[in-house]
């Protein structure tokens, strides 16, 4: 009875053991769990769980951890989320394959790991290290896997992209799920990149073949700059190409840089400015956004706008709101009426625009029966007649990449698009002209402080001629008085007593965020409110103190295009002393820059000096 009780004690005690044993091994092999992380060396990048907008939707990836906003570069678990940041893991198993869990269930494991060599249950180690590689390596200090081998959306430097590697864009700005465009090799080829459309054949842009030194459609590759391009077995399936930084004479510093493709489909180019704290965009492809393949989704307009390329027709609406939020624009768009189609519908003139993917039927036949033939049939979407030829063309199915071809059109190339009746006087939402005359005032407005200044500057050199006044670098500028009519443009008294007129107070207001307060009236809302915004961000860049923080021209369009993000300028403090009829510190003839006060500025003959402060770095 004794032997027996000893027996169960044991058995017990080594089952307690046995438990004991597995727990620790497991905390053993866990790396990370739920908000703690794992850095970089120089802690430039960081490892750990994120969420975007998602509720209860968390993703294993690795982030700029030396940046003010997170900028995400690769994401393990990007299809299956965990839901519970608490009981997130990642953890390495004895083979050293890493796994993401979200409580005891596996969401994501690496592949390909080079294990067949170690037959070995402990010692595989996990490092991130400074170029955002997350490598595994083996007992002995080999890698075993590394994630730089399975891209998502990012291309850092000392990353290769070969024939079976790709870059995949983001589903939408919240969802890191695999999105609908890519960057591949050209297989086959394997000379030349292209993006391809939801993993087809077909490219709706390419570099052009490699010469050697560049590619034949990328000639910015040819101007020397801190890159340098590796081809390695070009124009064979084990083609392989990466780039590095090399510093500059100037700056031995190498910058933070990555390409991506992005969820509307453009391949980009970033650069991030230490001045402005900020990602410069300076290249991008294709350059126009409407040459991306189904980026505005069926019967979606591509509208080419600075900030939302996407519209609907009137009597349509966005298929998916949510997603059209999120910058997701490929559900296309539908009939705002619940019915499919209707005998009573009819036929709106849109305009010169083009499209792809729809059958078509042709025949000969008045415009009258080019419609009925339209409304026969609910899968019919929309028509072409030309009435000089007598010519019909009846359109049905999906109608993608719709864009305008005005420029390039002839009669026969306007379409008539099938609308329910109580929409068939509408057309297609034409913000042009009021965006044109917001941008009109906006350059007016800077016209005339150019032209003040100008005179202002004048004024001041025949003064010194005359009297030979200087006041130890400071000169009293021209005071302009409060005009009967300032209060209808935002004349009003500053916290401190003091006066605003409408240049400077319009910067402050575009600044703070209330653009709105600052649009003519009688607008009466018909504009685009992002576009509005970017287009008087870009007219504030345009007057600042400091000539070096201006864009230049080319640099302009580019922000008016919507191919370079914009930051929030500083309020320009010139612009209100002139209005003010204050002593500008630093505008005269010496002194230099004093402190940290933009507004010491010293203007000498040879133009404006940097005085140290933020600038947008406009190169």
Known sequence: MASSHSTVIITVTIMILTVTLTQSKSQNNIIIKGNTTLSSDNHTFSLGFFTTNQPNHYYLGIWYSSLPTPTYVWVANRAIPTLNLLTSTLAITDTGQLSVLDGPVSVWKSEGVKTKLYNVSTGFTTRLLETGNLVVFSPDGFPVWESFDYPTDTWLPGMNITGDRRLVSWRSEVDPAPGLYSMRLKPYGYNEFELVYNSSDDAYWSTGNWTGTSFTNVP????????????MN???????????????DVDSTLPLTRFQVDVNGQLKQFTWSVQGSNWNMFWSQP?????VYALCGNLGFCTNSLIKPCVCFHGYSPAKENEWDSDDYSSGCR???ADLCESSDRFVDVGAVGFDASDSLSFSGSRSACEKSCLDNCSCIGLYHNDKANFCKVLYGSGLNLRNLTAYSINQDVLYLRVPKEQSRGTLPKPTSNTLLLVSVIVATISIFLIVSVALLLLRKRVKKRKGLEEDGIFPVLNLKRPPSAANIGGEEGGNGEKWFFPPWASRKIIEGNLSEIIDQRLAGAFDADEAERVALVAIWCIQDNEEMRPTMGMV????EGMVEIGIPPAPKLLQALVSGESYHGVGTGGGCSGDDVTDMDLSRGG??????ISPHWE
């Open 220 to 231: 910015e590759m040819t101007i020397p700059y801190i890159y340098m391009f590796h081809f």
């Open 234 to 248: 070009p124009a064979k399936p084990s083609a392989s190409f990466w780039y590095t930084e090399m510093a500059s």
């Open 287 to 291: 350059e126009d956004k409407c040459k």
């Open 335 to 337: 009939r705002t009426s």
């Open 557 to 560: 369009v580019k922000m008016l």
């Open 608 to 613: 404006s000096h940097s005085s140290g402060n």
